[in-house]
């Protein structure tokens, strides 16, 4: 797509990180809390930049992306299942569906 994020035309990463005014933009709530000025925030947020995503975490995101799962912890996407009332991650394959460990093991997810 684009070498750097600032690069990227639609992306609020110029706003966030190196204080160019864009009117489109209205900080994140989250943004808001990363420090009490500006400047520390844009440093911080920069920060969030610095270290390159692994090929790994790289294919996780485009493949959940790609099939609209969730991507997060346990906990994360019980939270998200029970908010939305969908959903969050496909469901197991194989198995003995009718023995009681494969239907206790479902109940825990």
Avoid: C
């Amino acid at each position: 797509m684009v070498e750097q994020p600032a690069e990227y035309p639609w992306s609020s990463f110029k706003r966030n990180a190196l204080g160019t005014p864009i009117t489109l933009v209205t900080p994140h709530e989250v943004y808001e809390r990363l420090a009490k000025t500006d400047k520390t925030r844009q440093k911080r947020y920069l920060a969030l930049f610095e270290k390159e995503l692994t090929e790994y975490t790289l294919e996780e995101i485009r493949s959940s992306v790609n099939r609209a799962w969730v991507l997060g912890s346990k906990i994360f996407k019980k939270q998200v299942a029970k908010e939305t009332g969908r959903r969050v991650e496909p469901t197991q394959r194989g198995g003995d569906r009718k023995s009681e460990s494969f239907k206790n093991h479902n109940q825990l997810h």
